[in-house]
């Protein structure tokens, strides 16, 4: 029996990966969590495979999968998400996942996945490698990727894009500047760039202000 965790912020999701699995013998859902801390602090070692999310509230999959690897270096880890960019698909491969599948998978290939990585084998799908494949020789898909960004973190953002300053920023929202900083990096982390212009140039490329 392969026991298996999903991390996903949509209890729809979750309780579709349930019932696709549900008859099954060989494969057991054992833990479902909704966000990146959880799933760090709190999947069981007992467990072989993870299902987890790119766009979580706290973060992405992608960054996550590297750290969850670190503690638990025994664990495979397979995509599973709606974005078929084949940046995310290389990327979350090179930081240690085993396999990738898009949320619209069939129960079929699911379970083949899940058995195929669990035995220590990489799992693409043929959709997917054909994206890798059409990336290799220069034709690229336009990424769909729109990361999740509390109230707070739009309105930082904002500011950060009006070229304020964090002791500006601190000020006008009455906050400290150790927060601002705070939340920057975690802007940094979900945009997957590294500065603040980065952070500009994607927010305008994805019309997130």
Do not use: W
Request: charged share 25%; hydrophobic share 40%; net charge neutral.
């Amino acid at each position: 029996m392969i026991p298996i965790a999903i991390t996903d912020d949509h209890p729809i999701v979750i309780e579709g990966i349930k019932t696709m699995l549900y008859s099954n013998k060989e494969i057991q859902l054992q833990q479902s969590f909704e966000n990146i801390k959880d799933t760090i602090e709190s999947i069981n070692s007992s467990i072989n495979v993870l299902l987890l999310d790119i766009n979580l509230p706290d973060g992405n999959g992608i960054n996550a999968c590297k750290d969850l690897l670190k503690k638990h270096p025994d664990l495979k880890i397979i995509a599973l998400t709606n974005f078929e960019d084949s940046i995310f698909i290389k990327q979350i491969l090179k930081n240690g996942a085993m396999g990738y599948l898009l949320k619209n998978t069939s129960k079929k290939e699911l379970i083949e996945a899940i058995k195929e990585v669990a035995n220590g084998n990489r799992y693409l799908p043929k959709h997917i490698q054909d994206i890798l494949l059409n990336d290799s020789i220069g034709i690229n898909q336009t990424s769909s990727f729109i990361p999740k960004l509390t109230q707070r973190e739009k309105e930082i953002l904002q500011l950060i894009i009006q070229e304020f300053t964090t002791e500006e920023i601190a000020v006008k929202l009455f906050i400290s500047a150790k927060t601002v900083d705070s939340h920057r990096s975690n802007l940094i982390q979900k945009l997957g760039v590294r500065n603040s212009a980065g952070l500009v140039r994607v927010a305008l490329e994805k019309g997130l202000v």
